[in-house]
Nanobody, 118 residues
Framework: QVQLVESGGGLVQAGGSLKLSCAAS????????MGWYRQAPGKQRELVAM???????TYADSAKGRFTISRDNAKNALYLQMNSLTPEDTAVYYC????????????WGQGTQVTVSS
């Protein structure tokens, strides 16, 4: 079983930056896609950014130019660098590890709160 733990969230002023981290434990050899999602109160969970085992990246339109997703295979870690934050970025951010071709391998962290003040 894979367990994911997010960290790095907090309170930041608009225009500031945060770097989120996701540490994985357990066997992740079947994982080929890693991503960051977020969910604000009253809204659906949405994809923010994702990266594949071949290092292909995808970003939501709202994240393009401001956020950067990266990974460290040696540390089994996933990161999200967030710059130029706005109050609209306020949400709980979740990391996700999955196998694109095998849906049974789909793991989520508990989330980390990001709050951006006006």
């Amino acid at each position: 079983q894979v367990q994911l733990v997010e960290s790095g969230g907090g309170l930041v002023q608009a225009g500031g930056s945060l770097k989120l981290s996701c540490a994985a434990s357990g066997s992740i050899f079947r994982i080929n896609t890693m991503g960051w999602y977020r969910q604000a109160p009253g809204k659906q969970r949405e994809l923010v950014a994702m990266i594949t085992s071949s290092d292909t990246t995808t970003y939501a339109d709202s994240a393009k130019g401001r956020f950067t997703i990266s990974r460290d295979n040696a540390k089994n870690a996933l990161y999200l660098q967030m710059n130029s934050l706005t109050p609209e970025d306020t949400a709980v951010y979740y990391c996700n590890f999955k196998n694109w071709w095998r849906p049974a391998y789909d793991y989520w962290g508990q989330g980390t709160q990001v709050t951006v003040s006006s």
